[in-house]
């Protein structure tokens, strides 16, 4: 059974950190893994992405703030979210994509960046 299931999500303050894991199974083989968010309303949007080779793409919005990682071995990816602005605050979905083109997704964890 295929499944993505995230973890650490919760409150923070405004300039504080948060580090998300997610981890996958069911699958044999992952080519990228990323992490998506989604306000209500609004589409889901690319947060960071990471290929098996360890090259990672972020959306502009984050970079230089956000770094994502991943444990090829364990099948996880993980995102150590710093500086958080409260327009980060959204609910974060990890993703796989496998290499017949299926993208599977996580539930999702609810990042909240308030005082």
């Known amino acids: 059974q295929v499944q993505l299931v995230e973890s650490g999500g919760g409150l923070v303050q405004p300039g504080g950190s948060l580090r998300l894991s997610c981890a996958a199974s069911?699958?044999?083989?992952?080519?990228?893994m990323g992490w998506y968010r989604q306000a209500p309303g609004k589409e889901r949007e690319l947060v960071a992405l990471i290929t098996s080779g360890g090259m990672a793409r972020y959306a502009d919005s984050v970079r230089g703030r956000f770094t994502i990682s991943r444990d090829n071995g364990m099948n996880m990816v993980y995102i150590q979210m710093n500086s958080l602005k409260p327009e980060d605050t959204d609910v974060y979905y990890c993703?796989?994509?496998?290499?017949?083109?299926?993208?599977?997704w996580g539930k999702g964890t609810l990042v909240t960046v308030s005082s």
């Open positions: 069911g699958m044999f083989s992952i080519n990228y």
């Open positions: 993703n796989a994509k496998v290499p017949s083109g299926i993208n599977y």
